[in-house]
């Protein structure tokens, strides 16, 4: 095996670097099921918010009004909702929940899964055809919406498809069950409540079906158990500045592996945990509740720190804000922090309290990182997958190496396999956060798990000190006919820092449409923003925008080895589809 990183290997092992673990900067128990969990978070923080509820936006003849729910409250909640899911005939059954993030998500979520059976966490943004598939594929039983897909439930109840489901609506609505009602009904059943509590919970055993959010074919349904999701949740808060008192916003929606298993570590650390009320008013809600911490997509946090530059260039102050950068990072090093105060006026914009961001699901800008970083508010990176439930890897102040993935979680081994001249090869992983499989699919289970480890298909490497770069995934690698590999994420990058690019994909072409599929050549769709690229460039017709464009790749072209150049541009004002996680769907894109 491997030790400090270094390079070995036998006959029976392949060639790997190990990844150092982060040391856990606190104690963090570990729960064997989520009734487990939840008795512990009531015992340590019993009347404290576990959520803080808007139920009626402010006007100007009135002022919003909220509802606080305790931890103590939601544990009641839990076992009165579970009580009612099992008069209704739901133990040992499937759940599938779909809608925004709300408390009745969650609700949902911890009451099938204290005894009942198991959860499908279903994407709200799936189109009809994909729901209706992937209740079929999980065999769900039952299925609890949001309100405002009532029409999404009314068509899959009429297609004659589903006779034998329930349905559930998370608020009142005419014609259906509701949570809320459910959940009186379960309080006020005795007998229903005590054996309710009583039920059997094998924490290791099937509890989530969990479809991958993937950039290529068919979703896989992953399996996790209960564990998983503890086990995960205890090495992330364990490592992590979260603190008691903190205030979360429910950004990275519940159905994804990271939403709803951050919402548990949430919960377990005492944190108080409130909604959005849509994109268009992110900044206003942290203003609004005081927000401290986060977890989200890069192209959200992008999108803030875009904001912020762009408000700083609006008003004259980059001279001053780039005067300010030096100064607080000169003093930095001296040990002196002044970044909340040199540029208190955009913390009080975001609310004056937000000092803690977590980014997920796809790389972050290492300049966004930085920018946050040099305004004093901490933003560091995890790394993982679905079938990982889903945090392998993290940075964490003590820990911190801008444009890389940090260091394995603790009860995580991570290492690189069989890395090439470059020490480039595959992550792969094994530990208590690792799926169970793929259901009803042996051949991809079978493909992923190899050797006892867990194939995650990213390539990486590894610098002196065990930080980990995410360098691409293995199938988007290009390979050209002399053997050199490219990585699109990395010219990617590169080209995502031009300030009109919206999105862009890297990929190969044959060199010639009707040749040898071997040999080759890199191209790049770009979707350009038609404002920034006027306002950047001066270029507003078609021909105007080509030639910058042009310009512009000819540019990083010649900072690039010549095997690395653009041969081809594709250019776009159309959004590449992606998935709900900002990810572009490589296979769906149209040249």
């Given at each position: 095996?491997?030790?400090?990183?270094?390079?070995?290997?036998?006959?029976?092992?392949?060639?790997?670097?190990?990844?150092?673990?982060?040391?856990?900067?606190?104690?963090i128990p570990l729960y064997d099921d989520m009734r487990g969990l939840l008795d512990g978070m009531t015992?340590?923080?019993?009347?404290?918010?576990?959520?803080?509820?808007?139920?009626?936006?402010?006007?100007?003849?009135?002022?919003?009004?909220?509802?606080?729910?305790?931890?103590?409250?939601?544990?009641?909640?839990?076992?009165?909702?579970?009580?009612?899911?099992?008069?209704?005939?739901?133990?040992?059954?499937?759940?599938?929940?779909?809608?925004?993030?709300?408390?009745?998500?969650?609700?949902?979520?911890?009451?099938?899964?204290?005894?009942?059976?198991?959860?499908?966490?279903?994407?709200k943004g799936l189109p009809f055809d994909e729901t209706e598939l992937s209740l079929q594929r999980a065999?769900?039983?039952?299925?609890?919406?949001?309100?405002?897909?009532?029409?999404?439930?009314?068509?899959?109840?009429?297609?004659?498809?589903?006779?034998?489901?329930?349905?559930?609506?998370?608020?009142?609505?005419?014609?259906?069950?509701?949570?809320?009602?459910?959940?009186?009904?379960?309080?006020?059943?005795?007998?229903?409540?005590?054996?309710?509590?009583?039920?059997?919970?094998?924490?290791?055993?099937?509890?989530?079906?969990?479809?991958?959010?993937?950039?290529?074919?068919?979703?896989?349904?992953?399996?996790?158990?209960?564990?998983?999701?503890?086990?995960?949740?205890?090495?992330?808060?364990?490592?992590?500045?979260?603190?008691?008192?903190?205030?979360?916003?429910?950004?990275?929606?519940?159905?994804?592996?990271?939403?709803?298993?951050?919402?548990?570590?949430?919960?377990?650390?005492?944190?108080?945990?409130?909604?959005?009320?849509?994109?268009?008013?992110?900044?206003?809600?942290?203003?609004?509740?005081?927000?401290?911490?986060?977890?989200?997509?890069?192209?959200?946090?992008?999108?803030?720190?875009?904001?912020?530059?762009?408000?700083?260039?609006?008003?004259?102050?980059?001279?001053?804000?780039?005067?300010?950068?030096?100064?607080?990072?000169?003093?930095?090093?001296?040990?002196?922090?002044?970044?909340?105060?040199?540029?208190?006026?955009?913390?009080?914009?975001?609310?004056?309290?937000?000092?803690?961001?977590?980014?997920?699901?796809?790389?972050?800008?290492?300049?966004?990182?930085?920018?946050?970083?040099?305004?004093?508010?901490?933003?560091?990176?995890?790394?993982?997958?679905?079938?990982?439930?889903?945090?392998?890897?993290?940075?964490?102040?003590?820990?911190?190496?801008?444009?890389?993935?940090?260091?394995?979680?603790?009860?995580?081994?991570?290492?690189?396999?069989?890395?090439?001249?470059?020490?480039?090869?595959?992550?792969?992983?094994?530990?208590?956060?690792?799926?169970?499989?793929?259901?009803e699919n042996e051949e991809a289970t079978a493909e992923i798990f190899r050797g006892g480890w867990l194939?995650?298909?990213?390539?990486?490497?590894?610098?002196?000190?065990?930080?980990?770069?995410?360098?691409?995934?293995?199938?988007?690698?290009?390979?050209?006919?002399?053997?050199?590999?490219?990585?699109?994420?990395?010219?990617?990058?590169?080209?995502?820092?031009?300030?009109?690019?919206?999105?862009?994909?890297?990929?190969?072409?044959?060199?010639?449409?009707?040749?040898?599929?071997?040999?080759?050549?890199?191209?790049?769709?770009?979707?350009?923003?038609?404002?920034?690229?006027?306002?950047?460039?001066?270029?507003?017709?078609?021909?105007?925008?080509?030639?910058?464009?042009?310009?512009?790749?000819?540019?990083?072209?010649?900072?690039?080895?010549?095997?690395?150049?653009?041969?081809?541009?594709?250019?776009?004002?159309?959004?590449?589809?992606?998935?709900?996680?900002?990810?572009?769907?490589?296979?769906?894109?149209?040249?």
């Open positions: 095996m491997l030790e400090n990183g270094n390079l070995s290997g036998n006959a029976q092992e392949p060639r790997c670097i190990t990844v150092p673990n982060l040391t856990p900067i606190k104690e015992e340590q923080y019993g009347d404290d918010a576990c959520f803080i509820i808007k139920t009626r936006r402010g006007t100007r003849k009135a002022p919003a009004e909220y509802k606080r729910i305790s931890f103590r409250q939601q544990r009641e909640d839990v076992d009165a909702f579970g009580a009612a899911l099992l008069r209704l005939g739901l133990k040992g059954k499937r759940l599938a929940i779909i809608g925004k993030n709300r408390y009745e998500w969650m609700l949902a979520y911890y009451s099938f899964m204290c005894g009942l059976g198991v959860i499908v966490p279903l994407d065999k769900a039983d039952a299925l609890c919406f949001d309100k405002e897909l009532e029409p999404l439930a009314a068509s899959l109840r009429d297609s004659g498809k589903f006779p034998d489901m329930t349905f559930i609506c998370m608020e009142p609505c005419e014609g259906w069950l509701d949570v809320p009602s459910l959940t009186e009904q379960g309080r006020a059943d005795a007998s229903a409540l005590a054996e309710y509590k009583e039920l059997p919970i094998d924490g290791k055993a099937l509890s989530i079906i969990l479809f991958t959010s993937g950039t290529s074919g068919l979703a896989k349904a992953v399996m996790l158990s209960q564990y998983n999701i503890t086990y995960n949740a205890k090495d992330v808060l364990s490592t992590e500045d979260l603190r008691c008192g903190d205030v979360n916003m429910a950004f990275l929606p519940y159905h994804h592996t990271f939403g709803s298993t951050g919402q548990v570590m949430m919960s377990l650390a005492g944190m108080t945990s409130v909604f959005c009320d849509g994109l268009k008013y992110i900044q206003r809600n942290i203003v609004e509740y005081k927000v401290s911490v986060f977890i989200c997509v890069p192209l959200l946090i992008e999108s803030i720190y875009k904001k912020i530059m762009q408000e700083i260039e609006k008003q004259g102050k980059m001279k001053t804000f780039r005067t300010g950068v030096k100064i607080s990072r000169l003093l930095l090093r001296l040990g002196i922090d002044v970044r909340r105060k040199i540029f208190k006026e955009i913390h009080e914009k975001l609310g004056g309290s937000l000092r803690f961001v977590i980014s997920g699901a796809s790389p972050l800008d290492p300049a966004v990182a930085q920018g946050f970083t040099d305004l004093g508010i901490s933003v560091v990176q995890g790394y993982g997958m679905t079938e990982t439930s889903p945090v392998l890897a993290g940075e964490n102040p003590e820990h911190l190496r801008i444009g890389t993935i940090g260091w394995a979680m603790p009860g995580v081994e991570l290492r690189v396999e069989d890395p090439n001249e470059e020490g480039i090869g595959e992550l792969v992983a094994r530990g208590g956060n690792v799926m169970l499989g793929y259901y194939h995650t298909g990213d390539l990486a490497s590894v610098d002196a000190d065990g930080y980990v770069t995410i360098r691409g995934r293995a199938k988007n690698v290009i390979v050209l006919k002399n053997g050199k590999n490219i990585y699109p994420e990395e010219l990617e990058q590169e080209i995502g820092e031009l300030p009109y690019v919206s999105e862009c994909m890297v990929f190969g072409e044959p060199r010639r449409h009707d040749g040898d599929h071997k040999d080759l050549v890199v191209c790049v769709k770009i979707v350009y923003d038609a404002g920034r690229i006027k306002e950047t460039r001066g270029a507003g017709t078609p021909e105007q925008i080509e030639a910058a464009v042009a310009e512009d790749i000819e540019r990083i072209n010649d900072e690039m080895p010549s095997y690395k150049h653009i041969y081809r541009r594709y250019i776009s004002d159309e959004p590449m589809e992606k998935t709900t996680t900002g990810k572009i769907k490589r296979y769906k894109q149209k040249i």
